[in-house]
């Protein structure tokens, strides 16, 4: 889905509209193409909701590329948005944090899991509920100059943020 969406142009000049530093950033509101300042955003789609991929073995290190989606309340099935995602920015985490969330979540993290979350951080605590589907190979570096970006008191950036989405091969 978000490859054909990519293909299609869909995410182009579409904003990244909740930045919250040390946890993620987040785009794919159609309605943010053109909002206005003072525009709430996050609740938009394309009018379908993507099936829960959920996989122990794609967990939320930094870079890692989920589907955003509404509360386990309004959302039981946990389906994706259509179009939204969200990108991890993360927290540095100790070996006791990451000892806690697995107890806490019932989940065993592989040593090569561990030894990224350890050295680069991540949201653990998201883990086997929300839909991994990528992860940033290239440009950390770029999730760290758009997680330091200023945000009013709805997590928007205060200057927009527009995307420009390609399939690299």
């Known amino acids: 889905n978000f490859v054909k969406l990519v293909e299609e142009g869909y995410y182009d000049g579409l904003l990244f509209h909740r ?99 350890l050295e680069q951080g991540g949201t653990p605590f998201l883990d086997l509920e929300y839909t991994v589907f990528g992860q940033i190979i290239d440009g950390l570096d770029v999730i760290e100059k758009i997680s330091s970006l200023e945000t009013n008191e709805e997590d928007r950036p205060k200057e927009d943020l527009e995307m420009k989405l390609i399939i690299v091969n």
């Open 19 to 117: 930045i919250v530093e040390g946890f993620m950033i987040q785009g794919g509101d159609p309605r943010s193409r053109g909002a206005r300042e003072s525009q709430s955003l996050g609740s938009g789609g394309p009018g379908y909701q993507v099936p829960a991929e959920i996989v122990d073995s794609l967990v939320h290190i930094r870079g890692a590329v989920a589907g955003a989606r509404m509360s386990d309340e309004a959302n039981p099935d946990r389906e994706s948005s259509g179009s939204q995602f969200y990108i991890v920015h993360g927290q540095q985490l100790s070996e006791e944090s990451l000892a806690s969330i697995e107890e806490r979540k019932g989940l065993k993290y592989t040593d090569e899991q561990r030894k990224v979350f």
